[in-house]
């Protein structure tokens, strides 16, 4: 049942902006870590950013001081603004997500079906 939809990937011009949105829904106890990656065609996934429960952030080189992660507890929903964006930043972005179902379970890792960005003039 647990679930994760991404939203707000498009087409955007370079120096453009764009914010990402990402709901879970299911039976969820906690989740420990949200974040986003991202893939372009012919290359490795990678990180863009990430947040803990705790409030801490991560972010790739390559996006740092352009990008923003934030996090809504109370809705288990993250966010990523995207500002100044570059056609190297097409990709599509992946939610992913840390959780667990039950009080002192295992921690599981999943992920959305991704939203596609583009940066092209």
């Known amino acids: 049942q647990v679930q994760l939809v991404e939203s707000g990937g498009g087409l955007v011009q370079p120096g453009g902006s764009l914010r990402l949105s990402c709901a879970a829904s299911g039976n969820i106890c906690s989740i420990l870590v949200m974040g986003w990656y991202r893939q372009a065609p012919g290359k490795e996934r990678e990180l863009v950013a990430t947040v803990t429960s705790g409030g801490s952030t991560d972010y790739a080189d390559s996006v740092k001081g352009r990008c923003t992660i934030s996090r809504d507890n109370a809705k288990n929903t993250v966010y990523l603004q995207m500002n100044s964006l570059k056609p190297e930043d097409t990709a599509v972005y992946y939610c992913?997500?840390?959780?667990?179902?039950?009080?002192?379970?295992?921690?599981?890792?999943?992920w959305g079906r991704g939203t596609q960005v583009t940066v092209s003039s």
């Open positions: 992913h997500a840390k959780l667990r179902l039950t009080y002192g379970g295992a921690w599981y890792n999943y």
